[in-house]
């Protein structure tokens, strides 16, 4: 048995419920750990606050949490998504991501953890949370940034293709292993052709060079990535002006600089860490 303090201190630590299902082997029923420490019978001060996060957790798990994405709106609880928006636009997206997931390398796979168990749903390999409204302190806002450099450059040079709609919607954090998965390739097509869509509602997100000749380059995901690694630092335009006098200096100005080729980019981007910052797995309790 597990004492009402132990019981609501693993629930106050917790950052997801699967995590307090399994106890020495055995597993934990939801109703039980409930009865454990709910305020009706446990008089431990945090019984209550413990109780209203062990259901929300659990209301998570369950149902999972809504956000929207370019095809409507999404369910996720972290281990699974749903798409719920128009039908065309996610299965234009699934036959997107299915023709790069053939065509790409084992290292470009490693960030698409996941597999379609239905037209509008997928399943992850381990827990993944979509970057919407998180904000990160810079150690890991630093390989988040690395993981998306990287995976453009996969994909540009190993299919030839830009992503375009590398929004906070759209990648999700792998906080156990440091990793990233990418998904949403809505827009998704051969570079130097033809852009016929874009990500609404981060527009402005868009070198204004795309939106003028319609034509997918690299610079365009670059572009985003850039706009995702100053969105998590705080600044929820994405644009990265906002962070010149409070984040580090050299980190801001590879934000706000340009980059056409993404090996390159890549490259300047290591450089930039490795002279500038400590190497180190730092882990994140999220």
């Given amino acids: ?41 446990c008089k431990h001060p945090q019984a209550q606050e413990a109780t ?7 209301r998570h798990f369950t149902d999972g949490s809504p956000y929207t994405d370019d095809s409507g709106e999404f369910l996720t609880n972290d281990f699974w998504v749903k798409y719920r928006g128009e039908e065309f636009v ?16 084992a290292h470009l796979k490693r ?25 990160l302190p810079q150690e890991h806002v630093n390989w988040v940034v690395s993981r998306l450099l990287e995976f453009c450059m996969l994909l540009h040079r190993q299919l030839g293709m830009a992503h375009l709609g590398l929004t906070p919607a759209h990648v999700m954090l792998v906080p156990e292993t440091h990793g990233i ?3 949403g390739f809505y827009h998704a097509v051969a570079l130097d052709s033809r852009v016929s869509t874009i990500s609404a509602a981060y527009r402005h997100w868009y070198p204004g060079s795309l939106l003028d000749s319609k034509k997918a380059t690299e610079n365009a995901d670059l572009e985003m990535v ?5 969105y998590l630092l705080g600044d929820r335009s994405g644009l990265g ?22 090996l390159s980019c890549y490259e300047k981007y290591r450089e930039m860490l490795d002279k500038n910052f400590r190497s180190q797995f730092i882990h994140l309790n999220i």
Avoid: C
């Fill in 90 to 105: 996610i299965a234009a997206a699934k036959q997107k991501q299915q023709q790069v997931m053939a065509g790409a390398g």
């Fill in 1 to 41: 048995m597990i004492s009402e303090i132990e019981m609501i201190d693993r629930v106050m630590r917790a950052t997801h419920f699967n995590e307090l299902k399994q106890h020495n082997g055995s597993v934990l029923q939801f109703k039980d750990i409930l009865k454990t420490i709910h305020p009706d019978k």
């Fill in 111 to 135: 960030y698409m953890p996941y597999v379609w168990d239905s037209d509008r749903s997928l399943l992850l390999d381990q827990r993944a949370i979509p970057l919407v409204n998180l904000t």
């Fill in 181 to 183: 998965a990418v998904a």
């Fill in 226 to 230: 850039k706009r995702v690694g100053a």
């Fill in 241 to 262: 002006n906002a962070l010149i006098r409070t984040h580090h200096r050299e980190f801001v100005d590879f934000l706000l600089g340009a980059d056409d080729d993404s």
């Fill in 52 to 58: 209203n996060r062990l259901l929300a957790m659990h």
